[in-house]
C-alpha cells in the first residue's frame, strides 16, 4: 500500500533548489553545528535558505540558533518560522523538547508526517541536519526526497573515519551523490583523512581546526559567523 | 503474542555478575572507549567480565580491542571469544562489517536474537557498550534485561548535557537504576556538569581529561592501559 502522503513529498519540495544532507557516520563530530552555521553563511550570502533539523537522535539545531519561542504557523500545511534569515523546521516542534523515545517505524511515520505537511517558501538550498549513521530517518529520506546530496563530516579519529566508510559504501550502491567530507575538531597535521576520502573517490572539501570558542558561541548567531569554524565553513560554500 | 526467544534471555543472563550498560546522550563522547577501557581495567583487576558491543549505529568495541579474526564458538548456542582477557560479543559477528542499514524492527529482532544466542561463562561484571541516545536496542535492553544499571558519558559541551538530561528523565520514569555520570575529555576547569547532574539528584563519577594520545593507542590494549583515561577509569571501577 503506499501511504498517500507520500504523493504529497515532491509537491511540497518542489520549490527548493539544492537540497544538502548534512550526515556523519557517528554523532559527536559537529554535524549540527555544521549544518547550522552553513546555513547561516549561505544565509550571509544572500541565498534563500532552508534549515530542517531532522536529527531524532538529538536535535540540536535550535539550541545552537537560540530560536527562542516562535513556532510554525498552520495553513494549508506547516508553514516553518523565520529565524535569523532562515526558515527553520525541527523535529522538536512535532516531539517537542521531551523524553521521545520514538521507536523505528514511528520515526518514519514522523518524518513522512513532517515532510509531507511542511510548506516551503522559495529556496535556494535546504540544509538537512541528519541523525548520525544509517538508520530509519537516512534509509526514508533517500526513498522520499529527490535530488538529495550529501555532505558527510567526520573527526581525525580512525573511529569516526570506519563509520565514514560504512556511510558512503551504502550511498554509492545507492547511487545517492556525495558532496564530500569535511574533517573537522583538527588538532593534528596528518593528511590520513584526506588521504583516505580520496581513496573512496570522493572529494576533500576541507579541514576545520578545534575551536575551543565555539562552545561559547551557540545560541548567538552573531557570535557564530565570527568564529574560525564559520570562516572556514563559508570558504566552502562554494563548493556546494 | 510473545516472542519465545525473550523467556530464554533470562536463562543465558543467569551466571552475570553486575550489568552495566555504559550510554551517552549523544555520540562522539567517548562511550565505546570508555566501555572498553572499563572491561579492561575490570579484568585487570581479577574479575571475570564481559564486554558486549550493542551499538548498531557504530560498532567500534572490536576496533579498540584489536580483537583480530577470533570468531563466536557454537555449541548449543553461541560462546563468545576470549579476547584479551575479556569475553567478547560484538553485533560485528552477526551483521559482519558490511553496511547494515538495519530498521527499528530488524534492530529489535537481531538484539532479541543475540542475547536469545549468546551463553556467558560466569561473569562478576558485563559491560554493555550500547548505541547512544534513547532508540530501539536502549527501549527492547530494558524491558528484556533485569538488573541493568546505567552509566552515562557526556563531555562539557552543553549540547551533549541537553541529551543526558533527556536520558535520564526517560530512565528515571522507567525506574531503571543509574550508576552516575562521567565527564569526558575535559579541556576547561567548569564544575558545570558536575553542578547540573547534582540537580539531576544522580552521582558524578568524574572527569576524564582530553587525552590526546588516546587516538593512538587505539587497537593496542597494553597502551590504552597505560593512559590517563585508564587511570581515570580504573579509579571509578571501585564505585561500578
Redesign the interface.
Known amino acids: 500500500m503506499v501511504d498517500p502522503r507520500t504523493s504529497i513529498i515532491d509537491e511540497r519540495m518542489k520549490r527548493i533548489g539544492k537540497i544538502v544532507a548534512v550526515s556523519s557516520?557517528?554523532?559527536?563530530?559537529g554535524k549540527?553545528l555544521f549544518a547550522s552555521v552553513l546555513a547561516l553563511s549561505l544565509a550571509k550570502k544572500g541565498c534563500k535558505v532552508g534549515l530542517f533539523d531532522l536529527d531524532f537522535?538529538?536535535p540540536?539545531a535550535h539550541?545552537?540558533l537560540d530560536v527562542g519561542d516562535v513556532r510554525p504557523e498552520e495553513e494549508k500545511g506547516i508553514i516553518p518560522p523565520q529565524v535569523h534569515g532562515l526558515q527553520f523546521m525541527s523535529i522538536i516542534y512535532y516531539s517537542g523538547d521531551h523524553?521521545?523515545?520514538l521507536?523505528?517505524?514511528d520515526?518514519?511515520n514522523s518524518l513522512i508526517e513532517l515532510l509531507s505537511v511542511t510548506t516551503w517558501k522559495k529556496l535556494d538550498y535546504l540544509v538537512l541536519d541528519m541523525p548520525?549513521?544509517?538508520?530509519?530517518v537516512?534509509?526514508d529520506l533517500i526513498r522520499l526526497i529527490k535530488n538529495v546530496r550529501f555532505l558527510i563530516i567526520t573527526?581525525?579519529?580512525?573511529?569516526?573515519f570506519?563509520?565514514v566508510k560504512?556511510l558512503t559504501?551504502?550511498l554509492g550502491?545507492l547511487k545517492i551523490p556525495v558532496l564530500g567530507i569535511v574533517e573537522n575538531m583538527k588538532?593534528n597535521h596528518s593528511k590520513a583523512t584526506r588521504q583516505q576520502t580520496r581513496k573512496l573517490g570522493l572529494s576533500f572539501l576541507g579541514e576545520i581546526p578545534y575551536d575551543?570558542k565555539i562552545?561559547e558561541a551557540?545560541g548567538n548567531t552573531n557570535k557564530l559567523l565570527e568564529t574560525t569554524f564559520a570562516k572556514k565553513v563559508e570558504q566552502m560554500t562554494t563548493r556546494i
Open positions: 557516520g557517528k554523532g559527536g563530530v549540527s537522535t538529538s540540536s539550541i545552537i523524553v521521545t523515545p521507536r523505528g517505524a520515526v518514519s548520525p549513521g544509517i538508520g530509519d537516512t534509509l573527526t581525525s579519529s580512525q573511529l569516526a570506519q563509520t560504512k559504501r551504502l550502491t588538532m575551543a562552545e551557540i
